[in-house]
């Protein structure tokens, strides 16, 4: 079993800036994925970015430019986002996907942006 801990979101003005952390625990396979997805009121959870145990990320088209995902050698992924829109506002969630095994989640931090 895996636990994800959450934080840095909060209120942000258009044009500015937050960071997102998520310190993940227990049984992390060697060879994992860690990440977040977003889900604004209404919508679906979508993908925002993700990164590999290797260090390779990946975003979505569009944060491209303006987020960046890093993640240290102690299983804690971290989400800068820059320039952020009010299209940006939604509940932020973490997760880690063991390679070969289950995807675990965080429990969510909320990112709203005003315009």
Do not use: H
Not at 24 to 51: E, K, L, Y
Not at 108 to 113: I, L
């Amino acid at each position: 079993q895996v636990q994800l801990v959450e934080s840095g979101g909060g209120l942000v003005q258009a044009g500015g800036s937050l960071r997102l952390s998520c310190a993940a625990s227990g049984s992390i396979f060697s060879d994992n994925i860690m990440g977040w997805f977003r889900q604004a009121p209404g919508n679906q959870r979508v993908m925002v970015a993700t990164i590999s145990n290797g260090g390779r990320p990946y975003y979505v088209e569009p944060v491209k430019g303006r987020f960046t995902i890093s993640r240290d050698d102690k299983n804690t992924v971290y989400l800068q986002m820059n320039v952020l829109k009010p299209e940006d506002t939604a509940v932020y969630y973490c997760f880690i996907q063991n390679i070969g095994g289950v995807t675990s989640w965080g429990q969510g931090t909320q990112v709203t942006v005003s315009s």
